[in-house]
């Protein structure tokens, strides 16, 4: 696997980490500060999901994705 699909990878599984991490935090919050706080986290991990996924598909147009690293598309 190339070093730079694998950052990707990782990228997006930080991604869902910040999403699950901002879902928890909301649902356990005790002010407006901590709402703040977890909104922008996962404002944050959408942005940087959706730029992962569109360099993902631009590394497979250019065939430096290979087909085992295809099946692990998350959309």
Known sequence: MKP???HIINTLKLV???IYLA???DADREDNGCGILYGVLRDSA???KKLAE???LN?????WWQ???KS???S
Request: charged letters at 45%.
């Open 4 to 6: 730079c699909n694998l």
């Open 54 to 56: 569109e360099e993902k």
């Open 46 to 48: 959408f942005k940087l």
């Open 23 to 25: 879902d928890q935090g």
């Open 16 to 18: 869902d980490e910040m």
């Open 72 to 74: 692990n598309f998350h």
């Open 59 to 63: 590394h497979i147009r250019k065939g």
């Open 67 to 69: 087909d085992k690293e």
